[in-house]
Structures are given as C-alpha cells and as structure tokens.
C-alpha cells in the first residue's frame, strides 16, 4: 500500500446529501464509490478493493454525514466496488443484482490475487460479503423522502450484473463501470455490443451528474463527450475483432496491430486485448479463458499490470 497515493482519495458532496469517493487515477483497482442520504437513511454505492481503502471511505463518509449506513447496493460483481463490502457495518443491507451475487460468491481473486499485477495486491482483512436483497431488473429505494433507483440495462454490457442507481431528484447517475471517465474501459466479463448499446440508455436518464466507475465524476457537456469516446472505443475494438477473425489471428495478435490512436494515452489500455478476446468469445460461441486472457494482456503489456491500489 501506498499512503502517499491513498490519501488522495477524497469525497465530495456532487448535490446536496449525494458524495462520491473518488480514488485517482482511477486505474486498476482504484474505483469510485458514494452515497445517498436523506432523513435518517443513507444508501451507500459501491465499497473499495481493500479494506484499508474502504475504511478509509466508510470514515470519511460518517464524518461528513453523521450516519451509518442503513442500506448498500453494489453496482457489478467486480473486487475493486465489491471485496471491501465485509467492512460495512454488520446491521447494513447490502443489494445486488442477481447476477452479481453469483459472480461474487465464485470470484476466485478475493482469495488471493494472482500475478497479473505488479504489485501483487493485498485486500487485507476482507471477507466475501454477498447482497442479502437481489434485482432482476428494477428496484426502487426509498432513501428518506429520497427515490433511488436501481436499474439493469437488460442484458451483459461491463458485466452480466450490472446495477445503475439513479436519483431522480437530483439527476445524479452513478452508473459503475459501465463508464471509465478518460480511461480505457473494459468489458471482457460481459459484451463489447452491449457496452456500446448501454451507452444511449445511460443518456436516456439526462443526468446532470454522472458518477462513473473510475475517473473524475462528469457534469455537462463532459458526459457527453466520455460517452461519445466510448461510442468510438467500442467501435474501434469491433473493426479490430472483425479484422482480426477475418485474417484468422488470435486476440493478443489482432490487439498488437491495433493502432489505438485517441486512446493510446489512456490509463490501462491493454484492455484491448482482453476486450477483444471478449470480442471473439462471443463471435464464436466459446466461454471466456479469463486466465488466458490475462496472460495475453500481461504479455500485451510487456509485464504485469500496474496498480496502485
Ligand atoms: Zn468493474
């Protein structure tokens, strides 16, 4: 762990009872997270990857807020919004969509992380903490005289469990991962078409704040042009997966031809490989190898990944 880069996260209050916990640089591991809170309730969206940092989270939020959390809902399956959830208090109901819980309960990372980063992180006392409520679809919260709701966008974009809370009153969107606010977004454990197709029904709610799964939290015109950038990412990845089958190469290959152009600066951006071999999983029906993947990615990469977290 490093204090140095740890203590800059920070919350913010984006409305009036609505904060985000923002952790640069957003890379690898280091997620946003937040909270809702009205009356005597408060929502919490989303924990960190270790429990130091969602300690870290929890404290600030109660020193801001005065509360404990009432409620929690974690917005995909992912460590890095969901391993520091055994930090909550024990009284808090933690939400989920289904899938997710499933995702969670047989993620084999929390257990210990493979070497895919450098260096290799450490969750510290974190146990697997799995939604005690789930969603299919839809579900309303009702936070003081305050209306969340959590959403699903109908089918796999970052992930197959993917959750978007809404709060209309306020026209905040925390959508998780399903935007990477200038970085490189990932979509290798749900769907290349259905990132790309999600991005018109995130515009659909005409939020006026949009919290996104790692990266600064947007407002104005900047949402739309973060998911104007995702529209052409995706685009990109799809020519280049669309090419790469036609000249019968594999995904680490097909990512190395890749000239990532606008997004070659990007944080993470080996990701293509591991969006791509989504990409040919789904043309050709096999099921994700997410330890081949990886190890494509690492070798894309040149060496393990780097994180911070
Ligand atoms: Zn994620």
Redesign the pocket.
């Known amino acids: 762990m490093n204090a140095s880069v740890e203590n800059q996260a920070g919350l913010v209050e984006v409305r009036p009872g609505i904060h985000v916990w923002v952790q640069p640089d957003g890379s690898w591991w280091l997620n946003n997270a937040g909270a809702v809170t009205a009356g005597t309730t408060q929502l919490v969206v989303d924990t960190c990857a270790t429990a130091t940092r969602a300690r870290h989270f929890l404290d600030a939020l109660g020193a801001a807020t005065g509360q404990t959390p009432k409620l929690a809902v974690n917005t995909?399956q992912?460590g890095?919004?969901t391993y520091g959830n055994s930090v909550l208090p024990a009284t808090t109901v933690l939400i989920g969509q289904e899938q997710m819980r499933e995702g969670l309960r047989t993620d084999p990372l929390i257990d210990g992380c493979p070497p895919f980063w450098s260096p290799v992180p450490d969750w510290g006392d974190v146990e697997r903490r799995l939604p005690d409520i789930t969603v299919t679809d839809a579900l309303t919260v009702h936070v003081g005289d305050r209306r969340v709701e959590l959403r699903h966008p109908g089918g796999p974009a970052?992930?197959t469990g993917d959750l978007v809370a809404w709060v209309p009153d306020a026209r905040v969107l925390f959508t998780?991962?399903l935007v990477f606010a200038g970085l490189t977004p990932?979509v290798f454990m749900g769907s290349v078409t259905g990132a790309l197709a999600v991005l018109d029904w995130l515009a659909a709610f005409e939020p006026e704040v949009l919290v996104p799964?790692h990266g600064p939290v947007l407002t104005g015109d900047d949402i739309t042009r973060v998911l104007d950038e995702h529209r052409r990412y995706y685009h990109l990845v799809l020519r280049a997966g669309a090419d790469g089958v036609e000249r019968g190469l594999s995904p680490l290959d097909a990512a190395r031809g890749v000239d990532l152009g606008e997004f070659a600066d990007w944080a993470d951006r080996e990701r293509i490989v591991l969006n791509l071999h989504r990409y040919y999983v789904d043309h050709d029906g096999s099921d994700m190898d997410l330890i081949a993947a990886f190890m494509d990615a690492v070798a894309y990469n040149g060496g393990p990944l780097p994180t911070r977290v």
Do not use: A, P, R
Request: aromatic share 0%; glycine share 20%; charged share 20%.
């Open positions: 995909h992912h890095d919004h970052h992930t998780g991962d990932l799964g």
